[in-house]
């Protein structure tokens, strides 16, 4: 399978459509960013626009290494061809990019023009671009676009003949340009295959998608595999009015599909980052592999899921590992009213929080009612509810007090359905004097299970708090867990009794 050649226009179609364009060294700063990225070549600008963008051109050029194709952009007019070669044709490997419309609609409405005259002009402009370029540097190259390609349902038969004197010209690389989005990427392909199949096999065939009705990566992708090698893709999908190709979105999809791809993946999301910081452009929550959001679930059934393969390279509900692409955070789990007990279990848990799933079980009601009215709640409205059903179950039993007497000796007040009793017990520690305290007054109960978590100072406030987690076996041999937490390690353990008590005698 053939390697596929990505050709970034970041600082030419992305950089164009800015409500501020970048300035010299914010277009360096990028640049070095597309050459840590490894992308084969790069459109740096279009130096007959301004004299800024001539300067620009001209030391990206001189910054570029001696593998990466520096481009320049060029009307199909000798004019602007010399303003391309003298900006960059002192580059390792430059290309002079001219450009003509051949549709039928944009010669009729736009340019006035017959179709003979823009074929001629535009074979022209090519043979002009090699002679000139060449005369610079014997490894330069031409690349010629047909603007609106994907107009020229009508007239492929004669954009195929001129696109053929294009190449005897010396065009070697044919990018063909899906200028405004308009119909299905199959139609627009079909429109690809045949420039294929009509031009020498040693052209270079690209592709230049808008995304005005959201499908350019998709056409992009398809065509990849229709035969076209050259990929013309923007960082973050920048571009006129609904942006060009997404650069990130062709190389994972390429690389899902068992293609080689030649840029450095693990550095799309820290570009995509600086990209959209410096465009001004947000990403948006949504946007595949980037966005926010893009790794969020909110279903219940969603969430089960992923939850169980959150480990795995390939996720139940992900279509990569996010480390592919240099993300190091994890899938996000959000509770609303959609969600279920294992977000509330792995939401819990990830906070530092133990909970055993029957428990996630029991509070899962009480959190969806709060969700229902709030939407999705913050970490410290779920532990509010937590605490509530969890660790401050109310009952038959109420602690008063438990006090150290002397050596193992401890004094024990509390009340049962109203009922105060004050009983004194010995062990080795408080959870054993409290357990035998709660047998001398006739609530003999077996101490299963024991653990004491430290929790994170900043959840709970100032100073270190402790949470106890004992298991008591209930009426029936069942296991009941209680908790509590408290900033004494001895009350935290008494209090997490209680706890289990109150679920005992319910």
Request: charged fraction near 25%; proline fraction near 4%; glycine fraction near 6%.
């Amino acid at each position: 399978m053939r390697q596929p050649f990505f050709y970034d226009i970041t600082l030419r179609d992305g950089n164009q459509s800015l409500k501020k364009p970048w300035q010299l060294k914010e277009k360096q700063f990028i640049f070095n960013k597309l050459l840590e990225l490894n992308v084969q070549a790069v459109e740096v600008g279009f130096p007959a626009s301004s004299h800024m963008d001539f300067e620009a051109c001209k030391s990206l050029a001189d910054m570029a290494d001696n593998k990466t194709v520096i481009s320049a952009l060029a009307r199909a007019v000798r004019s602007d061809i010399d303003s391309a070669i003298k900006s960059i044709g002192h580059a390792k490997i430059p290309r002079v990019h001219t450009f003509l419309t051949l549709s039928p609609f944009h010669m009729k409405y736009v340019l006035n023009k017959e179709p003979s005259y823009c074929a001629k002009t535009a074979i022209e402009a090519v043979g002009y671009a090699y002679e000139q370029v060449k005369k610079i540097n014997k490894d330069a190259q031409v690349q010629f676009s047909v603007e609106h390609f994907g107009d020229c349902i009508e007239n492929i038969d004669f954009v195929i003949e001129t696109l053929k004197e294009i190449t005897k010209a010396g065009a070697s690389v044919i990018n063909l340009p899906n200028t405004v989005e308009r119909t299905r990427p199959k139609t627009f392909i079909n429109l690809v295959e045949k420039v294929i199949d009509a031009l020498d096999e040693d052209i270079i065939i690209s592709l230049h998608n808008h995304n005005d009705l959201g499908m350019a990566t998709a056409t992009t992708i398809e065509g990849y595999f229709a035969g076209a090698t050259q990929l013309e893709c923007c960082l973050n999908g920048l571009g006129e009015r609904a942006g060009n190709t997404d650069f990130a979105q062709v190389a994972v999809a390429l690389h899902n599909n068992g293609v080689k791809v030649p840029v450095n993946l693990d550095k799309i999301y820290e570009t995509a980052v600086i990209i959209s910081q410096m465009s001004k452009v947000q990403i948006y929550e949504k946007a595949p592999l980037i966005g926010p959001e893009a790794l969020a679930h909110r279903s219940g059934i969603h969430q089960d899921g992923a939850i169980k393969t959150k480990d795995m390279e390939f996720g139940a509900y992900r279509p990569i590992n996010p480390s592919l692409i240099g993300r190091d955070d994890d899938e996000k789990i959000g509770f609303t009213s959609q969600s279920g007990k294992t977000a509330i279990f792995e939401i819990l848990n990830n906070a530092g929080y133990p909970i055993t799933m029957p428990e996630a079980i029991r509070i899962t009601p009480h959190v969806k009612e709060v969700s229902e009215q709030k939407g999705e709640l913050a970490l410290d409205e779920i532990l509010e509810i937590y605490f509530r059903e969890v660790l401050d179950i109310k009952g038959a039993f109420e602690l008063i007090s438990f006090k150290h007497l002397e050596e193992d000796n401890f004094a024990l007040e509390f009340t049962f359905r109203g009922e105060k009793k004050e009983v004194k017990g010995c062990g080795n520690g408080p959870l054993d004097a409290c357990l035998d305290a709660l047998k001398n007054a006739g609530f003999p109960r077996k101490l299963s299970h024991y653990k004491q978590y430290a929790l994170d100072e900043d959840k709970m406030g100032s100073g270190a708090t402790a949470m106890s987690v004992i298991h008591l076996v209930g009426k029936n041999g069942e296991e009941i867990i209680g908790r509590a937490t408290d900033k004494n390690t001895a009350k935290a353990n008494v209090k997490a009794i209680f706890n289990a008590l109150n679920q005992i005698y319910n």
